[in-house]
């Protein structure tokens, strides 16, 4: 069969995408094409997993009243008919949610071609729920989310598809580890807490957590691996620049994130539904800190639904501080069961085989 797979914008939604582009590819024989913005990470990220993409203009649904708002369906009307010619010949177009999705469903619902929508987040995106009705059924990531589309849009809970070498860090955890500590120049001897905020980084956390240095800087047992994004590192780079028994390793971005994942006693990241999905596959205890300016606060939801199940420790952005940052980082580090009950949890919560349901979801729309 052939699937055309829209969507894109950050590595958090282009991940997902490939990862369900290999196991339609694995187990369903399916040529499987991308359409996505030609300015959004797919642009590279795609191409480089060795599949085609189509790009196209996409402006992202605004709420708010401004030109860019009136701009955005003009944009996605022009879209539409350059998405035309990618879809006409598919089996199943599959939306994978974000603005950039819009016009190749709509093209695809002209052109009689089956829809399936996936949605990653704790609360719908705004494309998902105004396109759910067009679709032939919908796979979410959160239980939480299927009570939020219309009664009559047929939902399944799918989980969030994860790449496959970040899959593996669950069975091969040691011989990751054993290459990550010379990689990355880590300690084995030392409990490592790895820090991130996606793709981009995240400035906010960056800034607390090089304040934070000065409450850790006497615990010679411990490192961190700050993922500090390519614009901040330095950052952190000038506050870990003095001496102290802890150990710092700043990078502006790890392209091999599983290794991070293998050598992670507990994680301090933002609460995108991708860094969920890969943390929890892999068993990682998290302190999750929302991103306040998501739409409707979709963050908060998401981490929300790991506090619930134990997997998790909730840290409102609002009141992120650095003696707050490092007390709740110690209290963990320091309490190996509660840690190890954390894991255990998230590995129980995580959805494994999600790039087989969302895949056997796909294959139903066409059947």
């Known amino acids: 069969m052939k699937v055309v797979i829209a969507g894109g914008g950050t590595a958090g939604h282009v991940f997902p995408a490939v990862a369900l582009a290999d196991r339609l590819a694995a187990d369903h024989d399916a040529a499987v094409e991308f359409i996505g913005s030609s300015s ?31 701009k955005a369906p003009i944009v996605a009307a022009g879209s539409i008919g350059a998405c035309r010619p990618f879809v006409r ?20 619902r002209r052109a009689h071609v089956p829809v399936v929508l996936h949605e990653q987040n704790a609360v719908p995106g705004l494309a998902n729920r105004l396109l759910a009705r067009l679709a032939r059924s919908v796979g979410v990531s959160f239980a939480d989310a299927a009570a ?38 880590l300690d084995p001897g030392r409990s490592t ?4 905020g996606g ?17 850790l800087a006497d615990r010679s047992d411990l490192q961190l691996l700050v993922l500090a994004g390519r614009e901040k590192v330095d ?38 539904a991708t ?7 892999c068993g990682i205890p998290s302190i999750l800190i929302p991103y306040p ?38 209290e963990l580090v320091d309490d190996d069961a509660r840690r190890a009950a954390m894991g255990e949890r998230a590995a129980a919560w995580s959805t494994p085989d999600a790039d087989e349901r969302l895949a056997a979801l796909v294959g139903e729309a066409v059947r």
Request: aromatic share 4%; no cysteine; hydrophobic share 55%.
């Open 40 to 70: 959004g990470q797919e642009a590279t990220l795609v191409p480089a997993a060795g599949y085609v993409l189509h790009g196209i203009a996409a402006a992202p649904l605004r709420r708010e009243v401004s030109i860019e708002s009136a």
């Open 89 to 108: 010949n598919a089996d199943v177009v599959v939306g994978m949610g974000g603005y950039a999705s819009v016009a190749a469903v709509l093209a695809a």
């Open 148 to 185: 939020r589309f219309p009664k009559r849009v047929a939902v399944a809970v799918t989980g969030n598809p994860v790449r496959a070498q970040v899959r593996a860090v669950a069975t091969m955890r040691t011989a990751l580890a054993a290459e990550a500590w010379g990689a990355l120049g």
């Open 193 to 196: 807490v790895v820090v991130f």
């Open 199 to 215: 793709s981009q980084g995240a400035l906010h956390v960056d800034q607390t957590v090089a304040g934070a240095l000065v409450g």
């Open 235 to 272: 950052v952190v780079e000038q506050a870990a620049g003095r001496p102290m028994a802890l150990r710092v390793s700043a990078l502006p971005y790890l392209e091999r994130m599983e290794l991070a994942y293998a050598v992670a006693d507990l994680a301090v990241a933002r609460a995108g």
């Open 275 to 281: 860094s969920i999905a890969e943390l929890t596959v």
């Open 293 to 330: 300016h998501a739409t409707e606060d979709h963050q908060t939801a998401n981490a929300r639904e790991l506090v619930r199940a134990g997997a998790a420790d909730l840290y409102p952005d609002a009141d992120l501080s650095p003696e707050g940052l490092a007390r709740r980082v110690l």
